[in-house]
């Protein structure tokens, strides 16, 4: 199918832009952004802002660029002296009653209020002393606040919930300037999606209580990532101050979660800043624990794994370990009877119901279909007996009850790499420090078959290492295989033994990952 | 002349006895093949809370939003654009005054001042002490050339003036 | 007819013939009067013929926009399954004007007629008629005309025989006089706030329930009839100046004036006459002022543009207003402009939907500015900050109230600036107004 091309000029620079394409998508291939607030290439556009008033020439009046679609031979001015002068006009209007409390607003640095008026407003008001509107702060639900003196009525919550959600529970009340969200005190703001009109909301009146004056925009470094809470593969991204993560939030992927996470998953965040770390290697000796260096930790791995043989092994991984970890892992065990099964806890389904195929899903684990990739089960019972019976058991980031680890009992021995000191850790034979997904960069499998990158958020802890490490450096002493010393190229490697991941590399993936043909693998599935 | 409404005091404690029943339920069931949706019947329905309880309280809006299958929040937010509709209890008699400029050069303010005087409510918005009435300026109700008109209840009463206000009020006891 | 008054014998009636006549309420009083029979006679044409007799009359909107009817219809498309609707514009909420009452009030079979004739012609099978809440008599006369329709046959399933099926439903507003604005009144049928809509789509693509959809005035609508039983030739010839403006229409006089009331005239009328001949004049002692004469979403007409001004939609234009919907709000030398301005600028303020930023915000503050101006605590600058926010409060928006708000105010600071500048200079008296 091809598309009809159109021709266009905007500020200057001329391009072919597909028919039917509004004006503020276009300008956004020409490099221009069109100032907006009620504008959301996810939801319905409405015009109301009137933001986004571009001038075109010949027509009669300045056009909404978000409904305005381009026509053959357009020149299109977003900087012209008239829309510039609108946009200042619209954004006077706009704060006549806004408070300006920007220093005890948590928006603020992510202000799209702030940064247009910073851009292209004016200096002074020319409103002077009347009194501004003033609504108290209202509780919309079990995250959200509304703090209506600061709501520049764009509507965007409202629309998420009417046509994304698909239930309606807010509401614009009122008329003219008495305006604002509304909702019914007997419903709650608290669809499992909901979280998301924070983010929608362009400026501080919509926010989160659990982020609520934790950290200043500035103060935060954000880093890429992928939700780890279940197997849809939502991008994110990872808001740390300090080393500390202080906010999940989604970002765009037109093909996973366009803009949205679950708030499930944006609250998933706490297990992240855990102190109960393994920070140093530990390998058992007689009755004593002694804490070693890597190289005679991964001696004391090679060697158990070299005492095995033939023999059965059985490795208990998480769900939230990366595809290169459970790669190079299963492949350090790779001469073994081995039965290799991840955990996968379970939860009901939650679907955002105007999207097509997202959805908070059953399987709370982010890279199952990674897992059964390299050659995991999702059987995590069955692997856990025959544990009992193995000559050697390797936990790979899995916390087990008291019940799971006194069924290790019989096992040979057991290798714990986790990132949490527990009793599992404490009764291996060798344990060994791993950092957790936002300590390290790594690939998950979506269940649509994508493969996706995150990337480290934080510093590790102490000695810790990612899996694949262990693994590999484990596997180059035990055969003489070369030990990949980045991520990028623990990732290239697994081509070499999984051949639906042939010929990818990191560069390839990019931001938004990419669909692999898995009837090539010949994954156990 | 259109009857008034009961006295809507201290329904809070009392439980809320549903509307769409009966003959009203009948009412609005009998207006949904006019309509190929039944959110478009919202308009209507409020207005039947509105006859049955002289206002419409959360109680209306709830349940109107169960028979449109609608959710309460969107209710609200239709229900308070339009002016009409009283989301607080009002007196038995509702006055509107047009106060809008083609009555207010025909001397609006004198006749709201008369109405205020002769109802006893002090102030725009306020119900009478004896409950009796409540005011209200309106913006234009369409019959400039009859200044000024006043709507009580659901009578539209033209070219009303001061002197004629204490007569028309004793028709509502 | 000027009712309450009786007829001026410099009127046409033809809309107007029966205000007044009570008989003229009933379907049988109505069929006395000749009503009626142009339904049977559409009924008997094709849908493109009735619409090519409409566009010859060169009848166009009575509502404010004025825009040609026959065309209009031409809009729609060919029936294809889908359904069609005519909607009916009786939210007469524009202040100044009150004629569409008065033609529902008095003669409702003639607006019914006109309803089902166009139906017809655009492949309606279902018209709704929105009836502003406030008009409890109209509705009241409405419900019981066509009830009465119904049963005579004249609607429902095969009007008058036909087979062709026209229904009409009454459909109640609630207070809210945006809803007058087309798109604004098809969510409000539909059950929503009434915000109005972009377009495109317009109506005619995906209108009310976002299907094929016309929206005429009441006014606009009556007229249907005698275009249809007459020729449009004949209300083509009705046109005392430009051709563009044909036909009779009801002007609505309000204020101050001795005779206030509909007068029905000759499009291309002088305005001159309408005021102080027809309306009566002024009060004994009293000058005209001021006029705003398209319902008050235009600008104010000085007195010497109002008495040089035709009546017709460019004579009008040509003195510096625009028609409208032809509700003319008559000021005498006893007006306070400052005053009346702020007060319709209120209104738009308590008015506005809240949709457009500029609207939302702009119709209160300009409020307020102008309440500061009245209590006497206006600055110099508030004329040229006034001036400044109509700007940018013009051309910008969805829909026309934001426009409609700055109209009068940017007028009356160009024509009445004497009159602000008294308030400024506190050397008149000020007003107590609170916002």
Redesign the interface.
Known sequence: MTEELVKVTIDGVELAVAKGTTIIEAAKQAGVLVPHYCYHPSLPS??????C?VEVEKA???M?AC?TTVAEGNVIHVNSQSAK??RE??LE??L??HPLDCPICDQAGECELQDYVFQEGQAGT??GD?AKRFNPVEDFGPDVLYVPNRC??CTRC?RFMDSVAE?????????????YI??????PLDHPWSGNVVDLCPVGSLISKDFLHKARAWDLDKTASICPGCTQGCNIMVDTRDEVVVRLRPRPNLDVNRHFICDEGRAGYRWMNRGDRVEAPVVRSGAGRAAVDWDAAVDALAGVVREVGAGSTVLLASGRASLESLGWTARLLADTRLTAAIRVPTGAEAPLAGISDLALRAERVPNLDGARLAGYSADFDGALRAAGSAALVVLLDVELSDDERSRLGGAGRVVAITTVDDDAAAGATITLPTTSMVEESGTYLNRDRRVQRYHQARSAPGMARPAWWIASEANAALRGDAAPATPAEAFAALGGWLPALAGLDYQALGFTGKVVDLASSGAAR | MSGGHAATGGHDAVAYEPVFVGETRAKLEALFPKYPTKQACLLPALWMVQEARGWVPPQGIAEVAEVLELTPAYVRGVVTFYTMYHLHPVGRHFIQVCGTSPCHLCGSDDVIAAILKETGCGELGATSPDGRFTVAEVECLGACGFPTPVLIDDDFIDAVTPERVPGILARYP | MGYPHPSHQKENVVLSKYFGDVEARSFAGWVKRGGYEALKKALGMTPEAIIEEVKASGLRGRGGAGFPTGLKWSFMPKPSGKPHYLVCNADESEPGTFKDREIMRWTPHQLIEGCAIAAYAIGAERCYIYIRGEFTEPWKIMSAAVQEAYAKGALGESAFGSGKRIDIVLHRGAGAYICGEETAMMNSIEGKRGNPRIKPPFPAQAGLFGMPTTINNVETLSAVPHILSRGGAWYKGLCLSNPKSTGTKLFSVCGHVMRPGNYEITMGFPMKDLIHDLAGGMRPGRRLKAVIPGGSSVPIMTAAEAEAALCDYEGIVEQGSMLGSAGFIVMDDSADLVYEIYRLAKFYAHESCAQCTQCREGTAWTTKILARILRGEGKTSDLDLLLDLSEQMTGRTICVLSDSCAAPIVSGIKKFREEFDAYLSRTKAPVAVVA
């Open positions: 409405p015009a109301v802002c009137r933001m008033l009669p009046k300045l909404p409904v002068r609108a006009s619209v209007f706009l006549i009653n020319r409103y009347y520049i009525l409202v239930e309606p529970v807010l509401n614009v009340s009122e008329r003219g300037d008495r305006a509304g909702i019914d005190p007997e419903q």
